[in-house]
């Protein structure tokens, strides 16, 4: 194999492209790259890298991506509760348990009719949860830990 081709299978040459500079990365499919259109929606990157994705169950992430995808600028939604529940197929119940855990993070206010996205807290999850086990001056059980990332406490 020459110094020009890659294969993709090889570890290697994963490495050499994730390296390469954003500029000289090409598309694979140039004919289809995506246009901004009007609306925009947009989930920060910090989400990610921050700790607040994996954090989240699965009905509140689909959530936060939906409101993300449907907001105006200011983070505002106006999609009904029936509207929501038929399109990401969520019963009520699930909707108010995904809604309630991310009003309880303080990624989402909800008035009871009108959807607003937060920008993110300073603090990621992580950092939250330290600061607040360092102010109590106690630690957390392992069984606690796992009954919070498994979403059952």
């Keep these: 194999m020459s110094r020009t081709s890659l294969d993709f299978r090889a570890p290697s040459a994963w490495l050499v492209t994730m390296k390469a500079p954003l500029a000289r990365r090409q598309p694979l499919r140039p004919d289809r ?27 509140a992430k689909l959530l936060y991506f939906f409101l993300c995808l449907v907001a ?10 029936a509207r929501i529940e038929h399109l ?7 909707l108010v348990q995904a809604r309630d855990e991310l009003t309880a993070l303080d990624l989402l206010a909800f008035d009871g009719r009108v959807y607003q996205v937060l920008s993110l807290p300073p ?5 939250q949860r330290q600061a607040s086990c360092s102010r109590r001056g106690d630690y957390e059980s392992v069984g606690h830990i796992l009954q919070r990332l498994l979403g059952t406490e």
């Design 88 to 94: 990401l197929a969520l019963s009520a119940g699930e």
């Design 123 to 127: 603090a990621s999850p992580v950092a």
């Design 33 to 59: 790259l995506r246009p901004l259109e009007r609306p925009f929606g947009w989930i920060p990157f910090r989400f990610l890298k921050s700790g607040w994705l994996p954090r989240l169950g699965r009905d």
């Design 72 to 81: 105006d600028g200011r983070g505002i939604s106006f999609y009904g509760d």
